[in-house]
């Protein structure tokens, strides 16, 4: 299985755009999926397959991903945003140890 | 908009089985073509996906789980289960139960529970 790597925190000022990547070994040949978990609340999916946005979610919201680093985009980043956000791939050819990424925290300043 | 709650002890003690219960809001658990999802979060840590049984019946856990966790389906009352035996403090969690659609060789959750903290201490 392939680790998925991203920072601990990532801060922006409100208003700006925030981009939290996504590293991992070829992680552009699989599809990458994105959730958003506030405190004391569920996961919620905000991107699937790299840049779909499930209905419901902000245009404000995007995600991209090719060769070696995905990455989710946020902009005119609102004080609501602040959350934990992992990325998720599913490989069929491994052995799902590594299914999610370990997480960043988003601080709006 | 499917939805899912999770139902079960909030405290366990070491060495002892773990067993948590999700029904779902849907006609059933065995159409539709999802994918029942056990997921956890430990306190200060990122998400870990234990695993699921599909709509098949079929299982697939976690390599770091698998010689100690079952999940199975409940087709009649439209629930399914995550059993956890030898706990120990390091499975203490908040545990979700979450949909899982398949496709194109990829699996994304779409729905979740709102989560049941669970502690492991004597």
């Known amino acids: 299985s392939h680790a998925l790597t991203q920072p601990p925190s990532v801060s922006v000022a409100p208003g700006e755009t925030a981009r939290i990547p996504c590293g991992g070994d070829?992680?552009?040949?699989?599809?990458v999926h994105w959730y958003q978990q506030k405190p004391g609340q569920a996961p919620v999916l905000v991107i699937s397959?790299?840049?779909d946005r499930p209905s419901g979610i902000p245009e404000r919201f995007s995600g991209s991903n090719s060769g070696n680093t995905a990455a989710l985009t946020i902009s005119r980043v609102e004080a609501g945003d602040e959350a934990d956000y992992f990325c998720q791939v599913w490989d069929a050819t491994s052995d799902h140890s590594r299914v999610f990424g370990g997480g960043t925290k988003l601080t709006v300043l | 908009q499917v939805q899912l709650q999770e139902s079960g002890p909030g405290l366990v003690k070491p060495s002892e089985t773990l067993s948590l219960t999700c029904s779902v809001s849907?006609?059933?658990?065995?159409?539709?073509?999802?994918?029942w999802n056990w997921i956890r979060r430990p306190p200060g840590k990122g998400l870990e996906w234990i695993g699921y049984?599909?709509?098949?019946?079929?299982?697939n856990y976690s390599p770091s789980l698998e010689s100690r966790v079952s999940i199975s389906e409940d087709t009649s009352k439209i629930q399914f289960s995550l059993s956890l035996t030898s706990v120990t403090a390091a499975d203490t969690a908040m545990y979700y139960c979450?949909?899982?659609?398949?496709?194109?060789?990829?699996?994304?959750?779409?729905?979740w529970g709102q989560g049941i903290l669970v502690t492991v201490s004597s």
């Open positions: 070829n992680i552009g040949s699989r599809s």
């Open positions: 049984v599909a709509y098949t019946g079929h299982t």
């Open positions: 849907a006609n059933s658990i065995s159409s539709g073509g999802y994918y």
């Open positions: 397959y790299d840049s």
């Open positions: 979450a949909r899982g659609r398949y496709t194109y060789g990829s699996l994304d959750f779409d729905s």
